[in-house]
């Protein structure tokens, strides 16, 4: 069992940039795939950045350029760094992994938020002001 506990969110303005930590409860070999994905009231989960066993990333379009997604080297933190914030990336964060994946970044981004994906944390909360 792995618990995935977010920290970093909060609110800014326009412009701003907010950095997101998950910190993980072991670490997260070579056969997990990890990312974040984000929702906001009303509307669907979104796989905003992933990182396969590889370590190659992928990122969404709508975040592309402007966030950035990495880990330490023991594995056991991820983070999401969002530089350029617009009010449409305002959503609840999340964090997840998944075990014995071998799903390429750019797969793990749309799988993420689906039920079956192995572990989720709670969230972090970003608010971006006009």
């Known amino acids: 069992q792995v618990k995935l506990v977010e920290s970093g969110g909060g609110s800014v303005q326009a412009g701003g940039s907010l950095k997101l930590s998950c910190i993980a409860s072991?670490?997260?070999?070579?056969?997990?795939?990890v990312g974040w994905f984000r929702q906001a009231p009303g509307k669907e989960r979104e796989g905003v950045a992933a990182i396969d066993g590889d370590g190659n990333t992928a990122s969404a379009n709508s975040v592309k350029g402007r966030f950035t997604v990495s880990r330490n080297n023991h594995r056991t933190t991820l983070y999401l760094q969002m530089n350029s914030l617009k009010p449409e990336d305002s959503a609840m964060y999340h964090c997840a992994a998944q075990p014995g994946c071998h799903l390429k970044a750019i797969q793990i981004l749309r799988e993420m938020t689906k039920e079956w994906f192995g572990y989720w944390g709670q969230g972090t909360q970003v608010t971006v002001s006009s």
């Open positions: 072991q670490p997260l070999y070579t056969d997990y795939c």
